[in-house]
């Protein structure tokens, strides 16, 4: 079969659009556990000393934006100047309004109820009354590639951001800084992994180390080989033995989280789903309440492919479901097993 070369990425939890997911999501949770029902859509811009928080919710519940927004930076591992930005010093503004009633109108009462009289979505589940928080399309997708059952070279990439966040926690590598990024490139043979070609890992650091004599051969040790391992030794078959390394290319990495680039949340759709294996509708994740079906649908479809692949019915599956605003049914479905079925 012919031979091919596919590659994906991953960040760390201190990458700017990783911080911005983090702080949507920890307003999302805290207004969630209160209140199940609240319509949420925040999205957050990071940068040197400043956050923005903004967006629309509707619900009864109270939180402290503010306050939320600056545990969650201080977990995450800036908590310093020294390091580009201090969670507990830094301006927080936030610019919150209400969900525009012509959206809640037709999530609240689904087109299936207000239109065609129906009392549910088909006349079932009560829940069906509710419609989709907007039109668009979604994807699942799964392989047997991994014990995951996801594409190699995203599970090996965010097993490798994930070592970098440990090994700077733990104290193996006590002068690595939060903001860090990983890449693999992997060779097929037609559809099937057999080696591992290249791994680029660029981690921030302190400005006293030296790249080439302290942060390369400790990026292999700590963080490189033991993934390895870990990934062979679950069972997946890959060549590891002759793989490139490249260990932050550009020199030096001391600059980095909001003060080296700006954060949005929702630039890593991506990293957050199949690292380029498979098709994307275009929707991000983080902020939103399930009503929002560019997660909730998106989740929805990845539960589908899984346990397709997982039952033994297709070695990889990709499914794809699209909605109209207001509507509770998809107005498509679509299913491709890529000939493994």
Request: hydrophobic residues 40%.
């Amino acid at each position: 079969m012919a031979s091919r070369l596919f590659t994906s990425e991953s960040v760390t939890e201190g990458h700017p659009d990783k911080i911005a997911d983090r702080i949507s999501d920890t307003v999302l949770d805290a207004i969630l556990a209160q209140d199940p029902g609240a319509r949420v859509a925040v999205e957050t811009l990071i940068t040197t000393g400043q956050v923005h928080v903004a967006g629309e919710v509707t619900t009864a519940a109270y939180a402290d934006i503010p306050t939320l927004v600056r545990n969650a930076v201080l977990e995450i591992g800036y908590d310093s100047s020294k390091k580009g930005f201090d969670g507990a010093s830094c301006g927080v503004s936030v610019s919150i309004g209400a969900q525009s009633p012509d959206i809640a109108q037709g999530v609240d009462t689904a087109y299936e109820t207000r239109v065609e009289g129906a009392p549910g979505a088909g006349g079932r589940d009560e829940l069906d009354r509710q419609g989709a928080g907007d039109q668009g399309l979604m994807f699942g997708y799964a392989c047997d590639e991994t014990p995951e059952l996801m594409p190699l070279p995203i599970t090996l990439a965010h097993r490798l951001s994930s070592r970098l966040a440990q090994v700077r926690k733990d104290g193996a590598m006590p002068y690595l800084r939060p903001d860090g990024k990983t890449q693999v490139t992997v060779e097929y043979d037609g559809d099937k992994a057999v080696r591992l070609d290249t791994v680029v890992v660029s981690s921030q650091h302190a400005s006293d180390i030296d790249v080439g004599a302290l942060l390369a051969p400790d990026i292999r040790e700590f963080v490189v080989e033991p993934v390895l391992a870990a990934l062979v030794g679950g069972g997946v078959k890959l060549d590891t033995g002759g793989y490139r390394l490249l260990v932050n290319p550009t020199g030096r990495f001391e600059i980095g989280g909001p003060m080296g680039d700006a954060g949005l949340t929702g630039r890593k759709i991506i990293i957050d789903t199949y690292g380029g294996m498979a098709r994307h509708g275009g929707g991000a994740f983080s902020g939103k309440d399930p009503s929002k079906v560019d997660r909730s649908a998106a989740y929805a479809m990845r539960w589908v492919a899984k346990n397709v692949v997982a039952a033994g019915l297709a070695a990889r599956c990709e499914v794809q479901v699209a909605y109209a605003i207001g509507k509770a049914e998809p107005v498509g479905l679509f299913v491709e097993t890529f000939g493994t079925a």
